[in-house]
DNA sequence: CCCTCCCTTGCAAACGGTTGCCAGACCAAG
DNA sequence: CTTGGTCTGGCAACCGTTTGCAAGGGAGGG
């Protein structure tokens, strides 16, 4: 139904290679020939078959992204960064969604592979084994994660998480519970290594949980019997889940429990209390990862983002 | 670098046409074969290249989807349900955020096509003219707009409307702020018609607007400055921003001024005052969608949903 | 024992482009 | 008037897969 450049060929009355030409290689055709394709070619309301043209020179000037949960507010700048450096770069990006689940991320990667030129792989649930696999079939960019010989973007979880306790420690906080995401997060076992080094706190670890307000929901119950004063939850949105539930239970917060989240997501500014965070370059992140996919000379570069505590009203002197 | 359908040939010592019906024919080659095929697929880890297939087939088996704005909570129920509808059906779904420029929405709109089975337009800003012209290179299925002869999933927005003005009504309002969405929205233009046919009710109009935290933000001051002792906002996003620029005023919400939003997305409910909304069927509006697109056979189907008014707490009596 | 018919497989042409190679046209210099 | 170089555009192969057509072989019926 559309035109083909075959079309655009008969019309201009030029063989198919010069139309080709007229498109891709300028400087190869005679400025009045080209004119002339140029002419036919958009009345004839031509568009080059992008998958057509990307079997042959096996560019696709399109990239995939891949998240665990698109309605996890974290991940909308980061994409949105990258599509706008994508785009700067002539690039276009196709999102997906794995809902949480390895299976479907898996095949969704396969999908994309021979559709994209790159593949920006954003807290993955696979197992490092199965990516280094499909790797060899589409180039990668990790984000959140850290993989042998796989250029990643990290962010400094680490430093954090060590911000977030000694802000803790300093209001007086001793006993501190640690809420964590879904096994095999890098982001939980970072936390997790951080905190089993700090000296002279009791942390109590709970988890795995889903990353999301339910998730957090649901733990506010054991959290409040733990006898902690205050929570370091693996992000946002378990805290705003926690905080929801603590008030369901009548316990307020900062007055009786603090809270502190990782993000620093849209809902926790708007939220009452606002809530503590530990801010993540998510933007950057995004651009960084894109132009590492797009550069692809750097083989296996990492760059680490730092981390911002942001303190707001979910954070307050324990209680004695 | 990656194993073609060639390789798997040779290897397993048969044509490449059968290797191709072992995978899309199995009935029309022998059991045996078919298993010495597949074997040999399976050790040199094979997988059809999609776009290769697409080029003879005129299928990808993917749909396109197209927001706005991503980072607005209201589009990931949406973007859920449709992938998980397309996934039942044996589809991918690409999501592509606009940035809300007509212009990029068109080039992704361009990009797609050819790549996609069909694109899922939900709120575009696109005129009708261009999008009834796109249509002629993909299927579409247009969400929150109704277009000529082209398959629409709708949701009552009116009905939502005037459920949300009967109850600042019988709440004791008479003069009320209508707090619009951006220019050529339908939905803000389905709105404004239900508020002008409105009886008894004093209507102050403003906008347009972004359809963001920011957007209520800015109209903090202009609201509150016109006496109005309530607000309809065109989404919750503006919704909550405008309590929080009022909050920011000293004005409290809802004892000096109602304030009732569209969507109920997350933030609305986490958010203190909780949000008055008029809630959308958004997932039900992306399984919809999808079964539209796949079906085709619905030729210019227009589908309408309904909407529901929950109360919660930024609505309250007027004062006198 | 021959003739059909069905099953299985190979052949080759498409799908819509891109690109290396080659030939003709043209121009300037010798 | 030849020679050599530069432009320009055509030819054809190729990218990976599907699919209509036809040929070969074996089985069953007459």
């Given at each position: 139904m559309a035109a083909t450049i075959k079309d655009v060929a008969r019309v201009s009355g030029v063989h198919v290679s010069t139309v080709s030409r007229a498109f891709s290689a300028p400087h190869l055709v005679n400025p009045a020939t080209r004119s002339r394709v140029l002419a036919a070619a958009?009345?004839?309301g031509y568009r080059p078959n992008r998958a057509a043209r990307a079997l042959t020179t096996g560019r696709t000037f399109n990239l995939g992204l891949i998240v665990a949960d698109i309605s996890n507010p974290f991940f909308p700048p980061l994409i949105k960064a990258a599509?706008?450096?994508?785009?700067?770069?002539?690039?276009?990006?196709?999102?997906?969604?794995?809902d949480e689940d390895p299976r479907v991320e898996e095949e969704l990667i396969r999908t994309l592979t021979k559709q994209v030129d790159g593949v920006l792989l954003c807290s993955p649930r696979l197992s490092n084994k199965v990516i280094e696999r499909l790797a060899e079939d589409v180039p990668f960019v990790v984000v959140n994660r850290r993989i042998r010989g796989m250029p990643s973007v990290l962010m400094n979880v680490a430093q954090g998480a060590a911000l977030a306790l000694d802000h803790l420690a300093g209001l007086g906080h001793r006993r501190i519970a640690l809420v964590c995401g879904p096994a095999g997060s890098w982001t939980s076992n970072e936390m997790q290594a951080v905190a089993a080094r700090s000296q002279g706190l009791d942390l109590v670890s709970f988890g795995p949980n889903q990353?999301?307000?339910?998730g957090g929901l649901a733990m506010a119950a054991e959290v409040a019997a733990c006898g902690a004063t205050a929570v370091l939850a693996y992000n946002d949105l378990l805290a705003l889940g926690l905080v929801?539930?603590?008030?369901?239970?009548?316990?307020?917060?900062?007055?009786?429990?603090?809270?502190?989240?990782?993000?620093?997501?849209?809902?926790?500014?708007?939220n009452r209390p606002k809530l503590t965070t530990v801010a993540m370059p998510a933007a950057a992140a995004g651009?960084?990862?894109?132009?590492?996919?797009?550069?692809?000379?750097?083989?296996?570069?990492?760059?680490?983002?730092?981390?911002?505590?942001i303190v707001r009203e979910s954070t307050g002197r324990a209680r004695t």
């Open positions: 958009d009345d004839l599509q706008a450096q994508a785009r700067g770069r002539d690039h276009h990006v196709f999102v997906a969604d794995t990353p999301t307000e339910g929801e539930g603590l008030a369901a239970m009548g316990i307020k917060v900062p007055e009786q429990i603090s809270v502190i989240g990782f993000d620093d997501i849209l809902p926790g500014r708007l651009r960084m990862a894109v132009d590492l996919l797009l550069q692809s000379g750097g083989e296996g570069a990492t760059v680490t983002l730092d981390t911002a505590l």
